[in-house]
């Protein structure tokens, strides 16, 4: 079983910065994927960015130039650098984990349980 745990999330002006976190915890699986989402109150739930196994990047145009994903492989944490923060970016974010089940080789993804950033004005 893989379990994601969040953390990072809070209350910052705009223009602010925060980082959030992502730890992953378990064994028996490799990494395919990691990603953050995020959901507005009343809104679909929006992809934010990505990083690859191999480290390859992509962004929402959104967040383009202000967010970053990082990961550290030997925590197993992904973050997500947010700077320049915007009233438009509060939302409760979400990390994503895809991966490959070692015993099954099946594919899978799994979510974390969301932290809340809140951007005033």
Do not use: H
Not at 31 to 39: D, E, F, K, L, V
Not at 68 to 74: E, F, K, V
């Amino acid at each position: 079983q893989v379990q994601l745990v969040e953390s990072g999330g809070g209350l910052v002006q705009a223009g602010g910065s925060l980082r959030l976190s992502c730890a992953a915890s378990g064994s028996g699986y490799s990494i395919n994927s990691m990603g953050w989402y995020r959901q507005a109150p009343g809104q679909q739930r929006e992809w934010v960015a990505a990083i690859t196994s191999t480290g390859s990047t992509n962004y929402a145009d959104s967040v383009k130039g202000r967010f970053t994903i990082s990961r550290d492989n030997a925590k197993n944490t992904l973050y997500l650098q947010m700077n320049s923060l915007k009233p438009e970016d509060t939302a409760v974010y979400y990390c994503n984990l895809y991966y490959r089940d070692d015993r099954t080789y099946r594919y899978r993804d799994v979510w974390g349980q969301g932290t809340l950033v809140t951007v005033s004005s």
